[in-house]
C-alpha cells in the first residue's frame, strides 16, 4: 500500500503530469491514426523516463565516483588542501551558510581537526566583479571559523575564479610561491574527476580528496518507475560534467 501511494503521489507530482500528459496525448494520436506524432510523443516520454529515472542518475554519477578514491587516514598528512568554490550558499538575512555540495566544507574542517591538513584553501566567485557578485572564498572562511578552524589556518584566493579552471591555476600559483610539496584538492566525487583533469593539464601535483558522493544506488522501488527531480539533477549533472571534461573547462 505505502509503495503504490507513493507511486500515485509521484504521478501527482508536476514532473509526473507531464509524463502522463506525454502518454495521453500519444495514445491521442494512436487513436487518430496520425502515428508519426504518436511515436514521437512515445519517445519523449520514454526519454523523460529514462533520463529522470532515480536508478540510472545514481548510476551515473556513480561512474564518475568510481574514478576517485577515499582519502585514507593512513595516507600522509598534507601541506594544504585546496577546497574549491560551490560549497557555500546565502541565508535569507545574507548569511553564509552551507550549499547542496556543503560536504566538501565540512569533510575539509573535518580533516583540519583531525590533523590531516595545516592549511586549508578557499576560492570561487560567483559572477566574477560587480553588483550581485559573491565572493565564494570568504564564505567558506566564515564557514570554517564557526567550525572551530583558527583564521591562522585559513587561506583564501583573493583573485576572482569563476570556473573550476580558474581556481586550479590560482591554485597551481599559489603552491609553486609556498614551496608546499603534498596538497589536495577537495570537491563532489562526483566533479573531481574533471578537476584533476585540469590539474594535470595545468600542472598541479595534488592528491585527490573526495566529499559528497551520490553514487549509491538505492533500492528499487514501484515509484522509481516515474521521472522525478532526483534523478533529472543526477544525470544533467553527469551530462555536464561530461561536457565541461570534453570541453577542457
Not at 495514445?27 to 540510472?56: D, E, I, K, S, T
Not at 560587480?130 to 587561506?155: F, M, Q, V, Y
Request: glycine residues 12%.
Amino acid at each position: 500500500m505505502l509503495a503504490f501511494t507513493k507511486l500515485v503521489g509521484m504521478l501527482l507530482m508536476p514532473l509526473g503530469l507531464i509524463w502522463l500528459g506525454l502518454w495521453g496525448s500519444a495514445y491521442w494520436a494512436f487513436r487518430r491514426r496520425v502515428r508519426g506524432l504518436g511515436f514521437a510523443l512515445m519517445g519523449l516520454a520514454v526519454g523523460l523516463a529514462l533520463v529522470g529515472n532515480v536508478q540510472l542518475g545514481h548510476r551515473l554519477m556513480g561512474r564518475l565516483e568510481a574514478e576517485v578514491q577515499p582519502f585514507s587516514s593512513k595516507d600522509a598528512p598534507l601541506e594544504a588542501l585546496f577546497v574549491l568554490g560551490g560549497g557555500s550558499a546565502v541565508d535569507e538575512q545574507g548569511r553564509p551558510a552551507l550549499g547542496d555540495s556543503g560536504d566538501r566544507i565540512v569533510e575539509a574542517a573535518r580533516l583540519w581537526h583531525a590533523g590531516r591538513v595545516r592549511w586549508l584553501v578557499a576560492s570561487g566567485a560567483s559572477q566574477g566583479t560587480g553588483p550581485g557578485s559573491r565572493n565564494l572564498g570568504e564564505e567558506t572562511r566564515t564557514l570554517w571559523k564557526d567550525l572551530g578552524i583558527p583564521e591562522s589556518a585559513i587561506r583564501v584566493i583573493e583573485e576572482p575564479c569563476v570556473i573550476t579552471r580558474d581556481e586550479v591555476q590560482a591554485y597551481t600559483r599559489l603552491k609553486a610561491r609556498e614551496g608546499w610539496q603534498r596538497v589536495g584538492l577537495l570537491s563532489s566525487a562526483w566533479h573531481l574527476p574533471r578537476a584533476m583533469a585540469l590539474a594535470r593539464r595545468t600542472g598541479l601535483e595534488a592528491v585527490p580528496v573526495a566529499s559528497d558522493r551520490r553514487g549509491r544506488v538505492p533500492r528499487w522501488e514501484l515509484w522509481h518507475l516515474v521521472p522525478q527531480q532526483e534523478g533529472l539533477h543526477n544525470t544533467q549533472g553527469f551530462c555536464w560534467e561530461w561536457l565541461g571534461r570534453s570541453m577542457g573547462r
